[in-house]
T-cell receptor, first 114, second 112 residues
Framework: GAVVSQHPSWVICKSGTSVKIECRSLDFQATTMFWYRQFPKQSLMLMATSNEGSKATYEQGVEKDKFLINHASLTLSTLTVTSAHPEDSSFYIC??????????FGSGTRLTVV | ELKVEQNPLFLSMQEGKNYTIYCNYSTTSDRLYWYRQDPGKSLESLFVLLSNGAVKQEGRLMASLDTKARLSTLHITAAVHDLSATYFCAVDLTGTASKLTFGTGTRLQVTL
């Protein structure tokens, strides 16, 4: 079945630094990738949608200059949290979709900003 | 704007009992997804329901979809402790991959 690899699984960084999270589709071409954010005991909130070779489409209220998304190939998308602050601490999950219906989720990245 | 609501938000049930989780959505859609999430983990796909009247079963879980009522149900039969998790339904809108809108989630706790 379709597999999406997400790294790192967890990361701790200092306030003001940047963190990059990678999401790779291992056995299919991901024409569209999605980035979600999840706070404890809450649902997943979509942050942005990216198509290969295009600029990401951000959801309302998501700062595109803070959450940089790059989808340079059909198998790789990255999310960079710039100038991270403690309020950015969260669980980030990517999802990829290929030509057929369905979504495959990465294993998630727990970000803690201290 | 598509809204997806689940109820209950929290469910505590005894092993061996049956219960149903409900998922209502606000806009016409023919595709509904159910996921399971364990604490600290990502999502595990349970069911994809693609048409009105679709019913799928896996083990003690059965999901159904009524697109006219904009309602999906996840029925749990003879619950066991291993089913304790948070369950999400999610809906997308178009014929091709589109963004998923998630429900609020139902945290299920199965007690001995």
């Amino acid at each position: 079945g379709a597999v999406v690899s997400q790294h790192p699984s967890w990361v701790i960084c200092k306030s003001g630094t940047s963190v990059k999270i990678e999401c790779r589709s291992l056995d299919f071409q991901a024409t569209t990738m999605f980035w979600y954010r999840q706070f404890p005991k809450q649902s997943l909130m979509l942050m942005a949608t990216s198509n290969e070779g295009s600029k990401a489409t951000y959801e309302q209220g998501v700062e595109k200059d803070k959450f940089l998304i790059n989808h340079a190939s059909l198998t790789l998308s990255t999310l960079t949290v710039t100038s991270a602050h403690p309020e950015d601490s969260s669980f980030y999950i990517c999802s990829a979709s290929g030509r057929s219906y369905g979504y495959t989720f990465g294993s998630g990245t727990r970000l803690t900003v201290v | 704007e598509l809204k997806v609501e689940q109820n209950p938000l929290f469910l505590s049930m005894q092993e061996g009992k049956n219960y149903t989780i409900y998922c209502n959505y606000s806009t016409t859609s023919d595709r509904l997804y159910w996921y399971r999430q364990d604490p600290g983990k990502s999502l595990e796909s349970l069911f994809v329901l693609l048409s009105n009247g679709a019913v799928k079963q896996e083990g003690r879980l059965m999901a159904s979809l009524d697109t006219k009522a904009r309602l999906s149900t996840l029925h749990i039969t003879a619950a066991v402790h291993d089913l304790s998790a948070t369950y999400f339904c999610a809906v997308d809108l178009t014929g091709t991959a589109s963004k998923l809108t998630f429900g609020t989630g139902t945290r299920l706790q199965v007690t001995l």
